[in-house]
């Protein structure tokens, strides 16, 4: 069975600095989703960024980007320029390939990084 | 934008009762999946619906029953509340493929007494 694992139960960086979450999962498949979600505090989960196992370029969304390791099992989230608003606990998720695992698309979740940022 | 809403933010119930949990999609979506938050475990799958009348097990379904009469609509159904089942619940939709997002509702804090 696939897992993820993410290290850090609680971060915290300065306005406008770089901070970078961490996220390793394990898995025997070789086609696989993983994503990162954000839920603020008292507010809907909401999806940052989402990398196909396939390929090899690193996902980008404005000021967040992933580091994608397949070999190391690895998918961090780099949060550049960090504002208040990106508060939040982030869970990062795995999702099999179609066909795959007797699922219909079912999210693997780690158990969150609480990310605080100072003002 | 799609939207998934649940029926309560917050709701407060005793221990014996039958509780019903609703969640409505406007977006058309195949599947749909009731989470269980608590902290320090993230997010874990309770059960899932790819269709409508059509449901699977997730991984902790144990007290817990769902219903999907209508393709917008996934109940989750508490037979009998415990003090343990006290948690946050989550619900999402998705496209049928996996390499679709799964959206999610606001989720319902619920409190059993």
């Known amino acids: 069975a696939q897992t993820v694992t993410q290290s850090q139960p609680e971060m915290s960086v300065q306005e406008a600095e770089t901070v970078t979450l961490s996220c390793t999962y394990d898995?025997?498949?070789?086609?696989?989703?993983l994503f990162w979600y954000k839920q603020p505090p008292s507010r809907q989960m909401i999806l940052v960024i989402r990398?196909?196992?396939?390929?090899?370029q690193n996902a980008t969304e404005n000021r967040f980007s992933v580091n994608f390791q397949k070999a190391a099992k690895s998918f961090s989230l780099k949060i550049s320029d960090s504002q208040l608003g990106d508060a939040a606990m982030y869970f990062c998720?795995?999702?099999?390939?179609?066909?795959?695992?007797?699922?219909?698309?079912?999210?693997?979740f780690g158990k969150g990084t609480k990310l605080s940022v100072k003002p | 934008d799609v939207k998934v809403t649940q029926s309560s933010r917050y709701l407060v119930k005793r221990t014996g009762e039958k509780v019903f949990l609703e969640c409505v999609q406007d977006m058309d979506h195949e599947n749909m999946f009731w989470y269980r938050q608590d902290p320090g475990l993230g997010l874990r799958l309770i059960y899932f619906?790819?269709?409508?009348?059509?449901?699977e097990k997730g991984d902790i379904p144990e007290g817990y029953s769902v219903s999907r009469e209508k393709k917008e609509r996934f109940s989750l159904i508490l037979e009998s509340a415990s003090t343990n089942q006290t948690s946050m619940y989550l619900c999402?939709?998705?496209?049928?493929?996996?390499?679709?997002?799964?959206?999610f509702g606001p989720g319902t804090r619920l409190l059993v007494l």
């Open positions: 998720a795995y999702r099999s390939a179609p066909g795959r695992g007797g699922s219909q698309g079912n999210l693997i």
């Open positions: 619906s790819y269709d409508v009348k059509m449901k």
């Open positions: 990398q196909e196992a396939y390929k090899q």
């Open positions: 999402a939709s998705s496209l049928w493929t996996s390499r679709e997002t799964q959206y």
């Open positions: 898995t025997s498949e070789s086609d696989y989703y």
